[in-house]
């Protein structure tokens, strides 16, 4: 009978190795599961095998390599050119095949029949990778492991510990109502960044044409009728501004995409990415805002995870390596710290000074009242009608601010020109 290496995470997060004899990997995984443990990895080590069994094995291995090639370098031009999946897409597949399996229909049939349907061309060829690597024995999370770039670390752990406790079609569920909550958050963020984005387009516009064809025949008039008199220091400077875009422009655009450059390299360096998510969460007016989304976010994948059934410490790396900003990931790390030392979550929440002190005071009770989970859905729902308020009242405020500032641009620009022509008045009339 064949030997199998296992890697497993126990009920505490904590992981443990193993070897065990079973006729397939598939019998394999059934007996780490059915011993408590969340395999992350079962190697067949070799051994005596009947022919059946050998068989089986050899054509698991093939359709494994097959998925593999096929997902890393089989159709490279999908990847490099259109190989992405839309949340949404995403989202309605999850849902349809949480439905298909709630139905009572195999989980391989299932994929079939989403296969036959989707016109995405990356998820189909995701869809029938997985398929014939389900057919081949290999567990459903290890085949969406194969396609990272589709399914994040925090999809594939919900599906393995829904596997585990034998509820796939619920976890998949509550994927999709997770999808669906963080994709109308989004929505309504971008929805409400619409108006203030089209007013500073136009404000720049109106700006570079005022400064490329109005300031210049004024600067002419200003030599001709002052007679070389010095121009007041607002109207100079104006004129110097126009001389520079209309006559310097390309050193301006050089200057730009230099900066550009520079701030893109600096983000992609761990310094400059915890100065700039730091930054984020103390802007004035959008801070707050972020603060809520990422406290928001962070809730509600941690309580959905608990409540799938993984274990709170792979479940705080998960959250940690989906946060989306250093600063959170990085409180997240010394919460799991703790827990890992057998400490509680809410003492490190609130050393961290990241986390208000609402959420602490719940995650307290939530710990203490054995509804952890439960809580922390509590508060996701909490921020998510706080982000709402804010991102409606961020709308009203932001609206009369640009007004605001477009106005004082063009009025500069405006009273800069009229000084030096009411003093031309003034010396014509004398």
Do not use: C
Not at 167 to 182: H, I, P, S
Not at 364 to 377: H, I, K, N, Q, Y
Not at 385 to 395: S, W
């Amino acid at each position: 009978m064949p030997r199998f290496k296992y890697v497993a995470m126990d009920s505490k997060g904590a992981e443990t190795q193993g070897v065990l004899d079973a006729e397939n990997q598939s019998q394999a995984i059934s007996i780490i599961r059915s011993k408590g443990f969340f395999p992350t990895k079962v190697s067949d080590m070799g051994g005596a095998a009947s022919a059946t069994a050998a068989s089986a094995d050899s054509k698991a291995k093939s359709v494994s390599a097959s998925v593999s090639r096929q997902g890393k370098g089989g159709n490279k031009l999908l990847h490099m050119f259109g190989g992405t999946v839309k949340p949404k897409n995403l989202m309605v597949f999850t849902r349809q095949l949480a439905t298909l399996i709630d139905a009572g229909l195999p989980l391989l049939k299932g994929l079939r029949i989403l296969l036959k349907q989707e016109k995405n061309a990356a998820l189909r060829e995701a869809l029938n990778g997985m398929g014939e690597s389900v057919e081949g024995g290999g567990t459903f999370s290890e085949a969406l492991g194969q396609y990272p770039k589709i399914f994040d670390k925090l999809f594939v752990n919900m599906v393995r510990a829904g596997e585990a406790g034998g509820v796939l079609e619920v976890v998949l569920q509550r994927l999709a109502e997770f999808m669906e909550k963080a994709e109308r958050i989004k929505n309504r963020i971008k929805s409400a960044m619409i108006y203030p984005v089209v007013v500073l387009v136009a404000a720049i516009g109106i700006l570079v044409f005022l400064l490329v064809n109005v300031i210049p025949k004024f600067a002419e008039i200003f030599k001709d009728l002052l007679g070389g008199q010095s121009l007041p220091a607002l109207t100079q400077f104006v004129i110097n501004m126009s001389d520079a875009i209309k006559n310097r422009w390309l050193v301006i655009l050089i200057v730009i995409g230099a900066g550009v450059v520079g701030f893109n390299l600096a983000k992609q360096t761990t310094k400059g990415r915890m100065l700039m998510d730091r930054f984020k969460l103390h802007v004035p007016i959008f801070g707050d805002l972020f603060r809520k989304t990422a406290v928001g976010r962070f809730t509600r994948t941690l309580g959905t995870l608990m409540t799938s059934g993984v274990p709170v410490l792979q479940a705080l790396n998960i959250v940690r390596d989906t946060a989306g900003n250093d600063v959170i990931a990085r409180a997240i790390q010394v919460v799991h710290d703790a827990v890992k030392e057998g400490d509680s979550m809410a003492a490190p929440l609130g050393s961290t000074g990241v986390f208000p002190d609402m959420v602490v005071s719940m995650v307290d009770v939530g710990e203490e009242t054995g509804a952890l989970p439960e809580m922390l859905m509590k508060v996701a729902d909490n921020y998510d009608d706080e982000v709402d308020t804010a991102v409606e009242g961020l709308t009203s405020v932001i609206e009369p601010i640009m007004i605001v500032l477009l106005a004082v641009i063009i009025g500069t620009i405006v009273i800069s020109m009229f000084v030096p022509l009411i003093s031309i008045i003034g010396q014509m009339s004398q």
